[in-house]
């Protein structure tokens, strides 16, 4: 890639830290780069797409591949962070990445999802100021959009999906809490989009999803449908790493106005606990017409 000292002249705003074990890095998001440079970065993001795309390979639904393009354009929107290190060579490389991208988006509201996290193996272990690289460019993707949300007073929605015990694990690190499916219906239409199990595609039910038999306790009684969460059962020989598809929530309170105005803009409402593809269908068809897919 470039020197450190090269490297130096994109940035703006930003300390390179000493990781230890001669290895030095630090979190970039886009107000720290010096816009005189953009264009010095493009390499950055093509070898970050391929390193992404190669661990996609590796996880198959647990990530998505990443064109180059899609990378530059959403960490220029203000929407990523991305981790460089310098190693003993003196040679700077993207290490690590993260992400919010916007799903949704109304006047005072906004719901992004969560995602695009890696760290190259043979950095997961390194810390910076006692975090793990994951740890501080995940925070560092979230609190950009916070702030980028507060600026234009608008109250953001954070949401993610996971289907590995260790991602769970470390996005609950990150602030995130486990939520519930079958209590966002209309979350649900936003995310779960699997083409061959989501309620998008025609399917009744995605089998993959965390529900009552693998996770969610449902109980109903006078204040309708109540959640809690025991703990998720994995059938004799399946791959102990891998749990049902989970939904997170990072702490906000936004998700339950959101769900509450799909209920009052669609006709007849879809009350928590039901998730239907004609629901699936209805509001991607709604979001799509009123351009709030974003």
Not at 15 to 33: K, P, Q, R, Y
Request: glycine share 10%.
């Amino acid at each position: 890639m470039v020197s450190q000292k090269e490297f130096t002249k994109y940035i703006q705003k930003a300390e390179i830290g000493d990781m230890g074990g001669d290895i030095v890095g630090c979190v970039l998001t886009s107000e720290m780069i010096n816009p005189l440079f953009r264009d010095k970065l493009k390499p950055f993001f093509d070898s970050l797409s391929q390193d992404i795309t190669g661990y996609a390979s590796k996880t198959h639904s647990e990530m998505l591949p990443k064109e180059a393009f899609e990378l530059e354009d959403t960490f220029f929107a203000g929407n990523s962070a991305i981790f460089f290190a310098a190693d003993e060579q003196n040679e700077v490389i993207p290490v690590g990445h993260a992400s919010c991208v916007p799903l949704y988006a109304t006047d005072n509201l906004r719901v992004y999802e969560f995602g695009g996290w890696y760290v190259k193996d043979e950095y997961r272990h390194h810390r910076l100021n006692g975090m793990t690289i994951g740890e501080t460019v995940g925070l560092s993707a979230i609190e950009q959009t916070q702030l980028n949300c507060q600026h234009d007073e608008v109250q953001p929605v954070i949401i993610a999906t996971v289907k590995r015990q260790n991602s769970l694990k470390g996005l609950q690190h990150l602030g995130f809490i486990v939520d519930s499916f079958h209590k966002r219906p209309y979350t649900t239409a936003l995310t779960c989009s699997c083409a061959t199990s989501s309620e998008h595609f025609g399917c009744n039910a995605c089998l993959h999803r965390r529900g009552p038999e693998n996770g969610e306790k449902h109980s109903i009684g006078m204040g309708g449908i109540g959640y809690e969460f025991v703990p998720i059962t994995i059938p004799n020989g399946t791959d102990v790493k891998k749990i049902p598809c989970s939904l997170l929530v990072h702490e906000s309170s936004a998700i339950d106005t959101f769900e509450e105005r799909m209920m009052e803009s669609f006709e007849g409402g879809q009350y928590e606990g039901v998730i239907t593809n004609t629901i699936m269908r209805q509001m991607g068809n709604q979001l799509q017409k009123d351009g709030n897919i974003v």
